[in-house]
């Protein structure tokens, strides 16, 4: 599985969009990425996943690189409750998934 | 919606004791498993099941075994508790296929003293 990297932190004012950058360019063409995020003291929580098309949902926008080695999150308008870690994770058919440290949010009001 | 319990959302255990932890899960997953998270290390794997009564190591096993007699139920057995196992362990279930989606457990924050 290929490893994902992350910025350790972020900040973001809150009703703005917030970009979450995720690195995986070694990524091979069946792994798909997936975005969870885990806010304190909770199990992570799945966001949204994708092959290599854009990808959108009632939480998030997942944006990939034609190349596929980058992507990126995006929460429309970000709120308070949306403080959290975020973890990009590249995904095979082998469903067995490889954490990074993910990006602390910090959404600011 | 899915859910994934766990036993305890906390638990202290002294040195040598030999503890259990239980996952269960209502959506009839074939695929269960533990993580470990500590801080700066993020979340690591310690075993998975595929189906009842079988397990794969994940990267860190070493210390702890698991049980699956059904499929709902995964069990993290710790035989012999050190302090360096104390951690939040998560647990999480997933379906078999072309979507991986894992659903995760609240954890339980266990202390070994």
């Known amino acids: 599985d290929a490893k994902t990297t992350q910025p350790p932190s972020m900040d973001c004012a809150e009703g703005r969009a917030a970009n979450l950058p995720c690195n995986h360019s070694?990524?091979?063409?069946?792994?798909?990425v997936y975005w969870y995020r885990q806010i304190h003291s909770q199990g992570p929580q799945y966001i949204i996943h994708?092959?290599?098309n854009n990808e959108t949902n009632e939480m998030a926008s997942l944006i990939i690189t034609e190349d596929r080695k980058s992507s990126t999150l995006i929460l429309p308008h970000a709120t308070l409750r949306d403080t959290a870690v975020y973890y990009c994770?590249?995904?095979?058919?082998?469903?067995?998934?490889?954490f990074g440290t993910g990006t602390r949010l910090k959404v600011l009001a | 919606d899915v859910k994934v319990t766990q036993s305890s959302r906390y638990l202290v255990k002294r040195t040598g004791e030999k503890v259990f932890l239980e996952c269960v899960q209502d959506?009839?997953?074939?695929?269960m498993f533990w993580y470990r998270q500590d801080p700066g290390l993020g979340l690591r794997l310690i075993y998975f099941?595929?189906?009842?009564?079988?397990?794969e190591k994940g990267d860190i096993p070493e210390g702890y075994s698991v049980s699956r007699e059904k499929k709902e139920r995964f069990s993290l057995i710790l035989e012999s508790a050190s302090t360096n196992q104390t951690s939040m362990y998560l647990c999480?279930?997933?379906?078999?296929?072309?979507?991986?989606?894992?659903?995760f457990g609240p954890g339980t924050r266990l202390t070994v003293l």
């Open positions: 994770i590249a995904v095979s058919g082998t469903y067995k998934y490889i």
């Open positions: 070694t990524i091979s063409g069946n792994e798909y």
């Open positions: 959506m009839d997953h074939e695929n």
């Open positions: 099941s595929y189906d009842v009564k079988m397990k």
């Open positions: 994708g092959l290599k």
């Open positions: 999480a279930s997933g379906t078999t296929g072309r979507y991986n989606e894992q659903f």
